[in-house]
């Protein structure tokens, strides 16, 4: 045949030829004997297009082995370890499939649905047949796209090396270069977050992925650095974690803010419910400004009682927008 | 898009794995597996047909029953010894047991116990295989909302039916309407219903912590065709145009409104256009955010802001 062979067939090709070999093949004997290989017109452009093969299959997981012959020097040969290749047995149900079908769905970032979705191909490969099923049906969990940024770091990750990149303090307004060994990527309350060891301030720190501009680069060796120790990764995690901080107690108006009492704790039967013809409620919350924002929303329809740091926080942003629209400040 | 070719690698690999575990399968039944159009599958076996061990020969090749496929059934004759599934790798299984893990946590609670049960043992069965792979990635979903409301929704989606829901608005506003689900959208922010409002007879997306209540009624709920889109936020080109000067402080209200233009201003503050619908919406965040507002465009919206803060302040001091 002189059509040429498509990567997609040649790179099948080769996984079957090594998966096959009684010991190893060298890469003159890939040149010569796998289909598609034959097609490059020259010696340079074999070695280009096989060292991408060879890539692609260990971004695949195919564990890809260079093995050296006792006898040949520097005759290199490859193979691939068997034991390595195997997913283990595992016993899926159809039901237990469809959850991983729902699961891989859950990333909008074009690179963890890359790799989500090649996790789930692996899978199906080893389930049972997929039954239809409406076990998961209604359901559409999602979580948004980091942006370029994502992508490149989850590679530094993986491979536990440092990067640059460019951000844009949210207190100042500042532009400023960083170098950060990453630990974590986190999702929470609509955005992606960094954590990770900042080297020119020697500590640890959070960056949102939408203030960092341009391209994240990456830079050094892999394996550059240990992973961080439980209790420090804990430690700068934890300003991102979604506990209740506190209970505070609201005045509302009659008929009003039904948000508010949909999630008002049950009241303590000592506690009068009625102040000034409001109704008295207690809400838990996470942080005082977070409440305070939810709160002045409502206007004169939801009033705080306590505590004084919420009480405060509203009447200082109150004060504030009354301002507004008077004279242009600066 | 088309296809990468790395991809397609894998899913091959993973028919033939598949098929020799089964005594053959259908090429519907090989497409929904998969994931994938029936033509799909028989471009797939076209392919796997012409590949081998190198010579190439007849016996070299995968091979399937000729007779069989014309009846629709793929039946795999000869594997190569391409019979093992592949393993996960270290990427793969970090995408996938994070997802998995976000929503056993999280979306877990508020199903009922049939299916929070298969969440709990495909992860169990994932991590087995993958090793606990602790994670670069760590996602919770905001699943907000009464469980009661929760349960309430689960089961008319389950079974199909019409919801009566209360629902207050962001005007804070309560109405009784009918609504027919159609999903329920959990993410990082928040977890909402998408339902085709009987009254509006359009689709809404109502936040499930502003449901007061929730009745399922014993009518089956209509099928409405919705855009796949539809519970994502864009700006209303038929909205009022307002800008915004704000401090680098208030930068989520960039990322988190539907803005239609954002400019970085040299000393780190910076402005956003975006289209109003409800000035409702705007004056709440605008209250919210008041220590960030640098200028607000139209003036209107400025003294609306003002003038409901004043009120605000007044109620303060009538406390007793």
Redesign the interface.
């Known amino acids: 045949m002189s059509t040429s062979i498509?990567?997609?067939?040649r790179?099948?090709?080769l996984?079957?030829?090594l998966?096959?070999t009684p010991t190893r093949l060298t890469k003159e004997q890939v040149r010569a004997?796998?289909?598609g290989y034959a097609d490059a017109p020259t010696p340079d452009a074999f070695e280009r297009m096989f060292e991408r093969d060879k890539d692609?299959l260990r971004?695949?997981?195919?564990?890809l082995l260079t093995v050296t012959d006792a006898g040949h020097g520097d005759d290199i040969g490859y193979r691939i370890d068997?034991e390595?290749?195997?997913?283990?047995p595992?016993?899926?149900?159809s039901?237990?499939l469809?959850?991983?079908?729902?699961?891989?769905q859950?990333?909008q970032d074009a690179s963890?649905r890359?790799?989500?979705?090649?996790?789930?191909?692996?899978?199906?490969?080893?389930?049972p047949?997929?039954q239809?099923s409406?076990?998961?049906?209604?359901?559409?969990?999602?979580?948004?796209a980091g942006g370029a940024a994502l992508g490149p770091l989850?590679d530094a990750?993986?491979q536990r090396r440092a990067v640059r990149f460019t951000y844009?303090?949210?207190?100042?307004?500042?532009v400023r270069d960083r170098h950060v060994e990453?630990?974590?990527?986190?999702?929470?309350?609509?955005?992606w977050v960094l954590i990770g060891h900042d080297r020119d301030r020697g500590a640890a720190r959070s960056f949102r992925l939408?203030?960092i501009e341009g391209t994240v680069r990456m830079v050094g060796p892999a394996e550059a650095f240990d992973p961080p120790a439980p209790v420090r990764l804990a430690e700068a995690?934890r300003s991102w974690s979604?506990g209740a901080a506190g209970v505070a107690r609201l005045?509302l108006a009659p008929e009003?803010?039904?948000?508010l009492?949909?999630?008002a704790l049950p009241a303590e039967a000592a506690e009068p419910d009625v102040?000034?013809g409001r109704d008295v409620v207690q809400v838990a919350y996470r942080t005082s400004w977070e409440l305070?924002?939810?709160v002045?929303?409502?206007?004169?329809?939801v009033?705080v009682l306590d505590p004084p740091e919420v009480r405060d926080a509203v009447?200082?942003?109150?004060?504030?927008?009354?301002?507004?629209?008077?004279v242009?400040?600066? | 898009m088309a296809e990468r070719?790395?991809?397609?690698?894998?899913?091959?690999?993973?028919?033939v794995?598949?098929l020799d575990r089964?005594s053959g399968?259908s090429v519907e039944?090989l497409a929904?597996?998969?994931?994938v159009s029936p033509d799909q599958v028989l471009a797939d076996v076209e392919?796997?047909w012409?590949?081998?061990?190198?010579?190439?020969q007849p016996y070299d090749l995968?091979d399937f029953d000729a007779f069989s496929l014309e009846q629709g059934m793929v039946t795999l004759t000869e594997a190569?010894?391409?019979t093992?599934?592949?393993?996960?790798?270290?990427?793969?299984?970090?995408?996938?047991l994070a997802?998995?893990r976000?929503?056993a946590q999280d979306?877990g609670p508020a199903l009922d116990d049939?299916?929070r049960a298969?969440?709990t043992?495909?992860l169990t069965?994932?991590q087995?295989?993958t090793g606990p792979s602790a994670?670069?990635?760590?996602?919770?979903?905001?699943v907000t909302g009464?469980p009661h409301v929760q349960a309430a929704l689960?089961q008319a989606?389950?079974t199909g039916r019409r919801l009566r829901l209360r629902y207050?608005n962001a005007a804070?506003r309560?109405s009784e309407r009918e609504v027919d689900?159609?999903?329920?959208?959990?993410?990082?922010?928040g977890s909402y219903l998408?339902g085709w409002c009987l009254a509006a007879g359009a689709e809404r997306l109502f936040r499930l912590?502003?449901?007061?209540d929730v009745a399922v009624l014993d009518v089956p709920a209509d099928t409405h065709q919705v855009d796949a889109r539809a519970?994502v936020f864009d700006p209303d080109p038929s909205g009022e145009l307002v800008r915004l000067h704000l401090?680098?402080?208030a930068?989520w209200i960039a990322?988190?409104a539907p803005v239609e233009a954002v400019r970085n201003l040299p000393?780190?503050?910076?402005e956003v256009d975006l289209r109003v619908v409800s000035h409702t919406w705007i004056?709440?965040?605008?209250?919210?955010?008041?220590?960030d507002?640098?200028?607000?465009q139209p003036?209107s919206?400025?003294?609306e802001?003002?003038a409901?803060?004043?009120?605000?302040?007044?109620?303060?001091e009538?406390?007793?």
């Open positions: 498509p990567p997609d067939e790179l099948l090709d996984v079957i030829a998966v096959n004997t796998v289909a692609t971004e695949l997981g195919v564990p068997l390595a290749y195997a997913l283990p595992v016993d899926l149900t039901a237990e469809g959850v991983l079908s729902l699961a891989a859950l990333w963890l890359v790799d989500s979705a090649r996790a789930l191909t692996k899978l199906r490969a080893a389930a047949s997929a239809s409406d076990l998961v049906a209604g359901l559409a969990p999602r979580v948004r989850v990750l993986h844009r303090a949210a207190t100042t307004g500042q990453p630990w974590r990527l986190v999702a929470r309350r609509g955005g939408s203030r995690e979604l005045a009003r803010a039904e948000a009492r949909a999630r102040a000034a305070a924002e939810e002045v929303g409502y206007g004169d329809a009033l009447l200082s942003l109150l004060r504030t927008a009354a301002g507004l629209g008077q242009p400040r600066g | 070719a790395s991809d397609r690698v894998l899913r091959l690999l993973g028919m794995a598949y089964t399968a039944q929904a597996q998969f994931g392919t796997l012409l590949t081998g061990t190198p010579g190439y995968i190569r010894g391409m093992r599934p592949l393993r996960l790798g270290a990427r793969e299984a970090v995408a996938l997802a998995l976000a929503l979306l049939d299916r298969v969440l043992s495909a069965k994932v087995a295989v994670g670069p990635l760590d996602v919770q979903l905001q009464d689960a989606l389950a207050v804070d309560t689900p159609i999903r329920l959208v959990a993410d990082d922010g998408l912590d502003r449901v007061l519970e401090r680098s402080r930068r990322e988190s000393d780190g503050s910076f004056v709440q965040l605008l209250l919210g955010a008041a220590g507002v640098l200028d607000v003036q919206i400025a003294l802001v003002a409901t803060a004043q009120a605000a302040l007044d109620a303060y009538e406390q007793p």
